[in-house]
C-alpha cells in the first residue's frame, strides 16, 4: 500500500488547539464495522460488561524541552528523547551549528551537559550536575506539545496533557486516548466488574514523525521502550478463556500488547519495539481500541485501519470531518471493534 492510501482531507478548525473545558466531556463515535454511532464519552462504559478487561499505559510525560546555550555562546533547543540513566539522555538538538563531542552546553542558566557522542538524528547528552536528569526536567524543562497544537504550553497542559493514572516517567507525548478519563469514570469501570490493568510504554517523539517513503513497507518505525507485567498478562488469559473482552486504551497500550505477543503467545516481560502495524496485520491480544483521530499520512491511521478496516477507517473519518468531530491530542475519541479477517 501507498502512503496516499491513508490521506484524508482535515479542515483545519477541527484540529483542537485546547483540551475541552472538562476532562471526560469529549464525543465518542463506535465503529462497530460499516455501523457508525454518535455518542458523548459520558457513555462509554456502557459498552463493556463485567469480566472485560482494559489495559491502560501508565507512562507519564515528561518536561523533555530544554533550552540553553553552548559555551561559545550559540542558542541550543534540547527535545529530550529517551533518559538512559540518572545523568545521560539521548535527545533532539537543534542548534545553528550541530554540537561537536565535548561541547558544553548550559540550560536554563544552570544546568551543565556535555555532549558525548551522535548516532543518526539523536544526540548524547551527559550533565554534569550532581541533579537527576528527572530533577532538571521537572525544574527548568517543558512539556513537549505536539507540533499541529499551534501555541505556547500553560500551566492547563501541565495537568491536562497527562492522564490521571500517569505514573511512570518517561514518555514524550501523551497516550491521548487515556486523557479523557476522571477518576470517577475509572472508578464507574471498576463497579461494573470491569478489569483495569496497565502496560507502560514509553511514547517517543518519532510518533509524529511522517512516513517519508511512498510504500509503506520500506518505512522503518522507531523503537520504544515498553513493559508488560504479568498481572496484565494473567487478565487477559482469563478474559479470553472466559469469553470476555479486551480493550486497550490506546494506540501504545495495543503496541506494547501486540508486541509482547510477537513469538506466539502474550508474554510478560520488558524490552524494545518498532512493531509497524499495517492492514493485514494478524492481532492476536486486543478485540477492541480507545484512540483518538490521528493525523492524515501517519502510522497510527494505518494502525487503525488494520484494526478496524481499511474500508471502514475511511468511512468513520469521512463521518468525523463532516459531523465536526475534533482531532488529535485534544481531540473526541473513537471506539473501534476489532474487524476479523
Not at 324 to 332: A, L
Request: charged share 25%; hydrophobic share 45%; net charge negative.
Amino acid at each position: 500500500m501507498h502512503v496516499s492510501d491513508f490521506d484524508y482531507h482535515l479542515p483545519e478548525q477541527l484540529i483542537a488547539q485546547h483540551p475541552p473545558a472538562e476532562r471526560g466531556s469529549s464525543r465518542l463515535l463506535l465503529v462497530n464495522g460499516s455501523t457508525l454511532q454518535d455518542r458523548r464519552f459520558t457513555e462509554f462504559a456502557d459498552q463493556l460488561q463485567a469480566g472485560d478487561v482494559m489495559v491502560f499505559n501508565d507512562t507519564r510525560v515528561i518536561k523533555a524541552r530544554l533550552f540553553g546555550e553552548k559555551d561559545s555562546g550559540g542558542k541550543v533547543e534540547a527535545l529530550v528523547e529517551r533518559v538512559l540513566n540518572e545523568h545521560e539522555v539521548l535527545a533532539h538538538v537543534r542548534a545553528s551549528k550541530s554540537p561537536k563531542p565535548g561541547t558544553r552546553i548550559i540550560f536554563a542558566g544552570r544546568w551543565q551537559a556535555e555532549m558525548v557522542a551522535r548516532a543518526d538524528e539523536l544526540f548524547h547528552l551527559k550533565f554534569l550536575d550532581a541533579a537527576n536528569v528527572f530533577d532538571i526536567l521537572d525544574a527548568s524543562g517543558k512539556l513537549p506539545l505536539p507540533p499541529y497544537i499551534e501555541r505556547d504550553t500553560d500551566a492547563e497542559d501541565d495537568e491536562r496533557y497527562q492522564t490521571v493514572y500517569a505514573r511512570e516517567k518517561g514518555a514524550v507525548a501523551a497516550p491521548t486516548a487515556g486523557l479523557h478519563f476522571t477518576d470517577a469514570m475509572l472508578q464507574a469501570l471498576r463497579d461494573k466488574g470491569v478489569q483495569l490493568c496497565n502496560v507502560t510504554l514509553h511514547v517517543g517523539a518519532g510518533t509524529f514523525q511522517p512516513v517519508r517513503v511512498d510504500n509503506i513497507a520500506e518505512h522503518k518505525m522507531h523503537s520504544e521502550i515498553y513493559d508488560v507485567p504479568q498481572a496484565t498478562v494473567d487478565a487477559i488469559h482469563a478474559a479470553h478463556a472466559a469469553g470476555r473482552k479486551v480493550l486497550a486504551v490506546g494506540t501504545t497500550s495495543m503496541r506494547a500488547l501486540e508486541s509482547a505477543a510477537r513469538d506466539g503467545g502474550l508474554k510478560a516481560g520488558r524490552g524494545e519495539t518498532d512493531i509497524f502495524i499495517t492492514p493485514g496485520f494478524r492481532f492476536q491480544v486486543v478485540d477492541m481500541l480507545l484512540t483518538n483521530f490521528h493525523l492524515p499520512k501517519s502510522t497510527l491511521l494505518m494502525l487503525v485501519s488494520a484494526f478496524a478496516g481499511y474500508q471502514e477507517m475511511r468511512a468513520a473519518y469521512a463521518h468525523a470531518v463532516a459531523q465536526q468531530y475534533m482531532f488529535f491530542s485534544y481531540g473526541d475519541a473513537m471506539l473501534l471493534t476489532r474487524k476479523e479477517p
